[in-house]
């Protein structure tokens, strides 16, 4: 199934309509302001977080208020994901069983390290009746994960979405967060290429240094520059730019109608060869056309709610 088509209930069906996942911005479980003022932040998606976000003394307050929150359908059409505890902590069976039932668009698990850790929230979610529109995403920040993102992303069509946890993957490796992140580079392009193989997305992770908006600006554009689909984000202010470097253009989305068009003609006329702009079109680059006119049709349909 082409990424692109992918949305938080789709597991088989490919006429789904396509869920921008530009920008992704964790909210704090335990601030109810936060959550409240997250109704008017133009993310794609939220993360209602209960990790890290969250004191131990706080868990089960902050689990009662984020599930009311998603509860509320107050937040639009951005998608709400509830962050669990991960596996081995003592909350994740009490944030599974309330998130089931929370309306939730999926549960965010992180530290997964195999695709026993799949199956097992899999069971979990069954177990507490969990409604099949609600999606398994997963967090990449191990080096047991990533070595093992393969068999992970093949484990199951109700893991629809991984995000990358920089942060964590780079205090494993005990490597420095360095402007052009060169130590997580293997890491970033492994994953990469396993989600992709399974015809899913991918959000890189986060940028941690608020103040710096032109270091933002770079990460977010090497981001999407190497494929992923969107970026985890951790404060609102990063919000617009991200939707800006990771929706296509005005100029991609004139050559991409251009490509689409040549392809169409040259196919009908029984044309082998194709040129847009002086440049070789193949059925590659009719792919990537589609795409972007249907990322560019989404957005609008979404700013148009």
């Known amino acids: 199934m082409p990424v692109w088509l992918l949305s938080t209930n789709c597991k088989e069906n490919m006429t789904e309509v396509l869920v921008p996942r530009r920008s992704v911005l964790y909210m704090p479980g335990a ?118 993102v393969r068999s992970i992303a093949a484990s199951s069509t109700g893991l629809t979405t991984f995000v ?43 940028f941690n240094d608020i103040a710096d908006a032109e270091g933002f600006l770079n990460e977010a554009r090497q981001g999407r520059s190497m494929g992923f689909d969107g970026k985890t984000l951790i404060h609102p202010a990063q919000v617009d730019p991200c939707n800006d470097i990771f929706a296509p253009s005005a100029k991609e989305v004139d050559f991409a109608s251009r490509v689409i068009e040549a392809f169409e003609t040259a196919q009908a006329e029984g044309l082998g060869v194709v040129t847009v702009d002086g440049r070789m079109i193949e059925n590659l680059h009719v792919d990537n056309a589609r795409r972007s006119l249907a990322l560019a049709t989404a957005i609008a349909e979404r700013s148009r709610s």
């Open 31 to 148: 601030n109810a302001r936060a959550l409240e003022k997250a109704k008017d932040i133009p993310a794609d998606s939220l993360i209602f977080d209960l990790e890290d976000a969250v004191a131990p003394d706080a868990k089960e307050a902050a689990r009662e208020r984020v599930c009311a929150a998603a509860a509320s359908g107050d937040y639009g059409l951005k998608e709400i994901i509830i962050r669990v505890n991960g596996l081995d902590t003592p909350w994740c069976e009490g944030d599974l069983r309330a998130a089931s039932q929370s309306g939730a668009s999926a549960v965010l698990v992180p530290k997964i390290n195999s695709a026993a850790d799949i199956a097992v929230i899999e069971e979990r979610l069954r177990e507490y009746s969990a409604p099949d529109t609600l999606g398994i995403w997963a967090m990449l920040e191990t080096p047991s994960g990533i070595f093992n």
């Open 164 to 206: 990358m946890g920089t942060n964590d993957i780079a205090k494993e490796l005990h490597a420095e967060y360095v402007a052009d992140r060169s130590p997580l580079l293997f890491s970033l392009s492994t994953c990469l290429l396993a989600v992709r193989e399974a015809g899913k997305v991918i959000l890189d992770g986060v």
